[in-house]
């Protein structure tokens, strides 16, 4: 089983500003994946980045970049120069692999507002 | 553009009278997801086909069926629609293969029970 615990419900930024989102998570899987989703007002949900557990670098995808910590069992999201556009919930997300298909395990979310 | 289209987007329906959502993609996965949020909260998986394997979670209430005729549509059914199963629902598909798993969404359904 796996578990994945978000503890900030609401965060806020100033635009152009760096914000951390929190995730820890839990599983008994050697091989798994950790995902952050986002999901902005009234919209659909998108995938902001992912990480391989087995690879020890963190992954970035443009502003967006996290901070993996296997051992601490950590994965943290930090966006770079805020943006209007990044107003959304984002979700934490763990997915076991090993199977040829995976189900997702979501944290409780974090509201993130930004403000120009 | 591939995707993962959901009709209708808002679904009105009144208490115990059946209602189908339906999904379909144009991603060719082989894997469809059926979620269930409510505000604010964390998408609750309903259940998921793997082609045609149906597997359901083990607390999806008997309320919620599901139908995938084929790859490309799936359906969720509510046989008696309570108030508490008022929510926006989301499709996904995945990929079975392929060591992202990454799962993509539609933009949902959202069901009022009057």
């Known amino acids: 089983a796996q578990t994945v615990t978000q503890s900030q419900p609401e965060m806020s930024v100033q635009e152009a500003e760096t914000v951390t989102l929190s995730c820890t998570y839990d599983?008994?899987?050697?091989?798994?994946?950790l995902f952050w989703y986002k999901q902005p007002p009234s919209r659909q949900m998108i995938l902001v980045i992912r990480?391989?557990?087995?690879?020890?670098q963190n992954a970035t995808e443009n502003r967006f970049s996290v901070n993996f910590q296997k051992a601490a069992k950590s994965f943290s999201l930090k966006i770079s120069d805020s943006q209007l556009g990044d107003t959304a919930m984002y979700f934490c997300?763990?997915?076991?692999?090993?199977?040829?298909?995976?189900?997702?395990?979501f944290g409780q979310g974090t509201i993130l507002t930004v403000h120009p | 553009d591939a995707m993962v289209i959901q009709n209708p987007r808002y679904q009105v329906t009144q208490f115990g009278k059946p209602v189908t959502l339906s999904c379909s993609q144009t991603?060719?996965?082989?894997?469809m997801y059926w979620y269930q949020q409510k505000s604010s909260q964390a998408p609750k998986l309903l259940f998921h086909?793997?082609?045609?394997?149906?597997?359901n979670e083990a607390d999806t209430p008997d309320n919620f069926q599901s139908r995938r005729p084929n790859t490309s549509f799936c359906f969720l059914d509510i046989r008696s629609p309570g108030l508490g199963d008022a929510a926006m629902y989301l499709c996904?598909?995945?990929?079975?293969?392929?060591?992202?798993?990454?799962?993509?969404f539609g933009p949902g359904t959202r069901l009022t029970v009057l």
């Open positions: 996904a598909t995945s990929r079975a293969s392929g060591s992202y798993n990454e799962q993509f």
């Open positions: 599983t008994s899987e050697n091989n798994y994946y």
């Open positions: 990480q391989e557990a087995y690879k020890q």
């Open positions: 997300a763990a997915n076991a692999g090993g199977t040829s298909y995976g189900k997702l395990t």
């Open positions: 991603l060719n996965h082989n894997v």
């Open positions: 086909y793997y082609d045609k394997d149906f597997n």
